[in-house]
């Protein structure tokens, strides 16, 4: 215990509370850190990740209207974004419903169990390089993880409680598929954190400072893959679509939470939605860079800032590394929707096959592959003395060398590993911006389409596979 | 009031949270014993689980309260959720002690809380600095790893066997598929499927 006190007063004041202190002239005592955390929680926090949730809920019908060209919510608001504020409303003064039969009190826990978990995974991700709730947490990957893994209490509990077949069913799908997923999922992860060497995400993320060629995705090609099945498994782990077995619209009425009405489905919808946005935020973090730009700009001129101890360019940056950030996870959340609105959905037997028998075993061969690269490929060493100690921007390169000079690489012995992330970053870069073409085509010869809502296709002839005489 | 919260030290905020875990820890495990309804006894070993979870953060294990929280609140609660779902007859079906059992059940209970408060009030815990001088998760695998490998690999070893009798216990029969006639439904089944 005595270890706590030290820890909280030599930790390195963050941004935040050093303009705090300097500036309201507030002394950063733990009585006055926890005081701040908590109104941090109160203003920020839970407005954010409410807006959050509304926004997601409104890209979602809107994204899935023009995939299925139709226009999604148009009425409330420009272009329908208050859509999701009357919803709350409306969701808000409904009748409370409880089933008879149903277990009162666990019916009424589950909600919480559900949202608070995804609510409370949030302090773990790096907004910014001083932008993140908790900087110091040194687990924080696995933290989101461990704390992932009570939502599935709710979920059960949710269809447990509620008395009803198709809840139950739905429930104990959803508890099968989210814990089988998880072992491809934490197996990804500790591809990409094999090849980072810390679990605290702000370390990850100023690892990642140099330039596209250092995001962790690029590092190596047993990397690149895990990216891909790390975010299939996630999609699994979300119970989101291809995956969606457990809310199967189409087949168990609203699966778990068919007999949840009111503010008490609002949770699950919200969780729902946190958790998305949660799971892009790992991966982002992981894997794509977190707040840094492609060209290493952020890395660059918070080293500049840092040594000058310019307080207004550390707070601009870090506001330009949150832009980026949220930029980047919306962006995977839109591919999630993008996903759940184009793939049919598998039977549960096939969702769990293809875990078992396909995810698992890839996820192993990745992390084999990667273990041996990273025993047999020299890497880029930093002389820091201890790793993780003490300040997390000691991760950044740009202290170090200068990225994009393949000199400086060579100097250090990290031929092997500059080359192959320039390659695999030139591969990932020309993937996006082939599928971001393919994208801007299929938009833009769209519209050319004058048979779009009043003219269907005329079904009077099956086609050829189908007809056997 | 500045200076109020200003006077909040570490040890105030801590022991407020060791309360708060020591709290939800021990009155969750009270109403895994006391309850009624088998699916609300794992529903308070949750609570329970997570209360402990708490305390190692508190302790400063993050790794291990992470851990905690994986492997029992996300994995042994949930088996333990599906043996009592499965099974159970109704979703009310309630214990009815006897008034006997639960004389003897507090009795014993009694004896027991007596002689661990009595060892615990008697016995000088030596609190001891840890020696914690790099990344703790680096300390943690090396030590994983070099020293404790044996027992690592020994677990790792259990862990297996457990996977392989599970699946060997849940494999079922397979029945020998009897010759199905081929008309033209199940044709269109075979190849849609």
Not at chain 1, 193 to 218: D, R
Not at chain 1, 358 to 380: K, R, T, Y
Not at chain 1, 402 to 413: E, I, L
Not at chain 1, 435 to 441: E, G
Request: charge should be neutral; glycine fraction near 8%.
């Amino acid at each position: 215990m005595a270890l706590i006190p030290s820890l909280l007063a030599d930790s390195a004041p963050t941004l935040l509370q050093r303009l705090l202190s300097d500036r309201l002239g507030l002394t950063p005592s733990p009585g006055v850190n926890a005081l701040v955390s908590l109104a941090l929680i109160a203003v920020v926090f839970l407005p954010v990740v409410s807006l959050v949730a509304m926004f997601s809920i409104w890209w979602e019908r809107k994204v899935a209207g023009h995939i299925q060209s139709r226009l999604g919510p148009n009425r409330v608001g420009p272009i329908g974004l208050l859509q999701s504020l009357a919803d709350g409303i409306k969701l808000l003064l409904k009748e409370d419903l409880i089933p008879k039969d149903a277990d009162k009190f666990l019916f009424r826990l589950a909600p919480y169990l559900a949202f608070a978990p995804a609510f409370a995974a949030f302090l773990a991700l790096p907004f910014g390089p001083d932008m993140t709730f908790e900087p110091r947490l040194s687990v924080g990957v696995f933290w989101i993880l461990a704390i992932l893994s009570i939502e599935i209490m709710g979920v059960i509990l949710a269809g447990w409680a509620s008395n009803n077949k198709w809840s139950v069913y739905g429930a104990m799908r959803e508890a099968c598929q989210m814990v089988s997923y998880e072992i491809p999922l934490g197996i990804s992860i500790i591809v990409g954190i094999m090849a980072a060497g810390t679990l605290n995400m702000v370390q990850l993320g100023h690892l990642q400072a140099g330039g596209i060629h250092t995001w962790l995705i690029y590092h190596n090609p047993f990397a690149f893959a895990a990216f891909f099945t790390y975010f299939i498994a996630s999609l699994a782990s979300n119970k989101r679509a291809p995956f969606d077995l457990p809310e199967s619209e189409s087949e168990l009425v609203a699966g778990f939470h068919t007999e949840y009405s009111g503010l008490r489905f609002s949770f699950f919808f919200f969780a729902e939605y946190a958790a998305m946005f949660i799971i892009a935020g790992i991966q982002t973090a992981l894997f794509l860079g977190g707040w840094n730009d492609p060209f290493g700009l952020m890395g660059y001129f918070y080293n500049q800032f840092q040594t000058s101890g310019n307080d207004v360019g550390l707070f601009i940056v870090n506001l330009v590394g949150v832009g980026i950030f949220v930029t980047k996870v919306l962006g995977l959340v839109f591919v999630q929707m993008w996903i759940r609105w184009t793939l049919p959905r598998p039977r549960i037997d096939q969702v769990l096959y293809a875990c078992v028998k396909v995810l698992l075993p890839l996820a192993c061969a990745l992390l084999l592959g990667a273990a041996v690269w990273q025993l047999l490929v020299p890497e880029l060493s930093f002389p820091t003395a201890l790793p993780g100690a003490g300040d997390p921007s000691s991760y950044n390169p740009w202290r170090y060398l200068h990225p994009w000079n393949y000199w400086d690489w060579a100097a250090r012995g990290a031929v092997a590993t500059f080359v192959m992330q320039m390659l695999l970053a030139l591969i990932g870069v020309a993937g996006f911006a082939a599928t971001s073409a393919w994208v801007f085509y299929a938009f833009v010869s769209g519209r050319n389409l004058k048979q779009r809502l009043t003219d269907p296709l005329p079904i009077d002839k099956a086609p050829e596979s189908l007809v056997k005489a | 009031m500045i200076a109020l919260v200003d006077s909040i030290s570490d040890q105030t905020l801590t022991t407020a949270l060791f309360y708060l875990f020591a709290l939800l820890s021990a009155g969750s495990a009270l109403g895994v014993a006391i309850s009624r309804n088998i699916v609300r006894t794992a529903v308070f070993l949750l609570g329970a689980l997570v209360g402990v979870g708490g305390l190692y953060f508190l302790l400063n294990a993050e790794f291990l309260a992470a851990v905690q929280l994986v492997v029992y609140a996300g994995g042994t609660l949930i088996l333990i959720i599906f043996g009592v779902m499965l099974t159970s007859k109704s979703p009310f079906s309630r214990f009815e002690p006897k008034l006997g059992e639960v004389m003897i059940a507090i009795s014993i209970g009694s004896v027991l809380l007596i002689a661990l408060v009595m060892g615990i009030l008697r016995t000088t815990f030596a609190s001891q600095e840890l020696n914690i001088t790099t990344y703790p998760l680096v300390q943690l695998g090396q030590v994983l790893l070099g020293d404790y490998l044996i027992p690592f690999e020994l677990a790792s070893v259990l862990l297996l066997v457990v996977m392989i009798g599970a699946a060997y216990l849940a494999k079922g029969r397979r029945e020998i598929p009897q010759r199905r006639e081929r008309t033209e439904a199940s044709e269109t089944m075979r190849r849609w499927s």
